[in-house]
Antibody, heavy 123, light 106 residues
Framework: QVQLVQSGAEVKKPGASVKVSCKTS????????VNWVRQVPGLGLEWVGW????????HYAQKFQGRVTMTTDTPTSTAYMDLRSLTSDDTAVYYC????????????????WGQGTLVTVSS | DIQMTQSPSTLSASVGDRVTITCRAS??????LAWYQQKPGKAPKLLIY???ILESGVPSRFSGSASGTEFTLTISSLQPDDFATYYC????????FGQGTKVEIK
């Protein structure tokens, strides 16, 4: 079955960077893009960006342009999200989620989700 | 950016009620809209995609419809398991979520 397993919780100081991993299994990794979505505790969902696991093409939400980098590692079927210059506003649960359709060129509905990674930014 | 305006933000209902949640897009997104259900401490779950297609395994009491830039999620007869927060998502141009609708027990 489709599984996305994320790395554990992180505590970072303002100005630091965080890298969250998302190890996938149960499907052909390069056939499905991965999205990153975040949720500030008690608030709604916010789309961060999308990466094709086939060719590494990315689409980032404008709000995160220049501060986020998404990558994939095919041999380990793992996706990564690197977020830099953290502030307290970045305190949130970060989810990775798989596009529902194969071979997409832009974000799709999300049919498989990781368990979430809490990133806390505090001095 | 495409904005998604979801309403109401909170909805109080009883088991057996018919419930309707609305999502309005700031521009034409055709049928590129999905609905999700999220329970506390859990990841969202896909319910409907392409505005009205039920994801496999989702109960038939859930349905979706569209009229122009307005989209509706309907639960025909609310069940105890349906008390949760619901989000719409456009994926016509990149992706944007609505603010969410919490369905709570009346």
């Amino acid at each position: 079955q489709v599984q996305l397993v994320q790395s554990g919780a992180e505590v970072k100081k303002p100005g630091a960077s965080v890298k969250v991993s998302c190890k996938t299994s149960g499907y052909p990794f390069t056939s499905y893009a991965v999205n990153w979505v975040r949720q500030v505790p008690g608030l709604g969902l916010e789309w961060v960006g999308w990466i094709s696991a086939y060719n590494g093409i990315t689409h980032y939400a404008q709000k995160f342009q220049g501060r986020v980098t998404m990558t994939t590692d095919t041999p380990t079927s793992t996706a990564y999200m690197d977020l830099r210059s953290l502030t307290s506003d970045d305190t949130a649960v970060y989810y990775c989620a798989r596009d529902r359709a194969m071979d997409t060129v832009s974000p799709d509905p999300l049919d498989g989700w990781g368990q979430g990674t809490l990133v806390t930014v505090s001095s | 950016d495409i904005q998604m305006t979801q309403s109401p933000s909170t909805l109080s209902a009883s088991v057996g009620d018919r419930v309707t949640i609305t999502c309005r897009a700031s521009q034409n997104i055709y049928s590129w809209l999905a609905w999700y259900q999220q329970k506390p401490g859990k990841a969202p779950k896909l319910l409907i995609y392409k505005a009205s297609i039920l994801e496999s395994g989702v109960p038939s009491r859930f349905s979706g419809s569209a009229s122009g830039t307005e989209f509706t999620l309907t639960i025909s007869s609310l069940q105890p398991d349906d008390f949760a927060t619901y989000y719409c998502q456009q994926h016509y141009r990149y992706s944007t979520f609505g603010q969410g609708t919490k369905v709570e027990i009346k």
